[in-house]
């Protein structure tokens, strides 16, 4: 069974960096057949997609976010994990990290962790 | 307009049949899909690809999709289907992901 959790900081000062891990069991990131995404969910709002750890292929964020995320990994542990840099209030929500793949005729994402609250506030 | 369109709210009465709508430019050439997500809980996949349901997820849960707009079905709604549901697609350009805005689905 594919397990994902999410650790990190829950609350972080406004202008500074968000740093969340993912820890995998039941999978290993590197194996290729998935890729491995960070995702959030402001409150009330729609989900977002951040960006993407792939393996075999091209890592991609969200060009919305793209000049402040890096997602990087850490194969001895089996982790991801997603830095977000110059945070603002706009970015308190619930992050989740979730394992997905994409194919010409199917694609989605069938792991998710629980999620973890993230909140920016001085 | 690479955006998902859903309506915010749909109801539908115990073991009837509902169907629950995504518009976007990029359902022409990419399919959706589908995550039900209940209070406090993660999103769980609950259909995606042309004609595909995740192991465990019950039956009365069918997708379609037509031109610019992908479709859930729910035949026979239970209590325990009362949720959220959230649609995913490709967007238009480049690698990057989008999804609907959600649709709450209450059972009555």
């Not at chain 1, 945070?87 to 989605?108: F, L």
């Not at chain 2, 349901?53 to 379609?64: E, K, L, M, T, V």
Request: aromatic share 12%; glycine share 10%.
């Amino acid at each position: 069974q594919v397990q994902l959790q999410e650790s990190g900081p829950g609350l972080v000062k406004p202008s500074q960096t968000l740093s969340l891990t993912c820890t995998v069991s039941g999978d290993s990131i590197t194996s290729g057949s998935y890729y491995w995404s960070w995702i959030r969910q402001p409150a009330g709002k729609r989900l977002e997609w951040i960006g993407r750890f792939y393996p075999r292929g091209k890592d991609s964020y969200n060009p919305s976010l793209n000049t402040r995320v890096t997602i990087s990994v850490d194969t001895s542990k089996n982790q991801f994990s997603l830095k977000l840099s110059s945070v603002t209030a706009a970015d308190t929500a619930v992050y989740y990290c979730a394992r997905g793949w994409d194919y010409y005729d199917s694609s989605g994402f069938d792991y998710w962790g629980q999620g973890t609250l993230v909140t920016v506030s001085s | 307009s690479s955006e998902l369109t859903q309506d915010p709210a749909v109801s539908v009465a115990l073991g009837q049949t509902v169907r629950i709508t995504c518009q976007g430019d990029s359902l022409r050439n990419y399919y959706a899909s589908w995550y039900q997500q209940k209070p406090g809980q993660a999103p769980l996949l609950v259909f995606y690809g042309k004609n595909n349901r995740p192991s465990g997820i019950p039956d009365r849960f069918s997708g379609s999709s037509s031109g610019n707009t992908a479709s859930l079905t729910i035949t026979g709604a239970q209590a325990e289907d009362e949720a959220e549901y959230h649609c995913k697609s490709r967007a238009g350009s480049g690698y990057h992901l989008v999804f609907g805005g959600g649709t709450k689905l209450s059972v009555l």
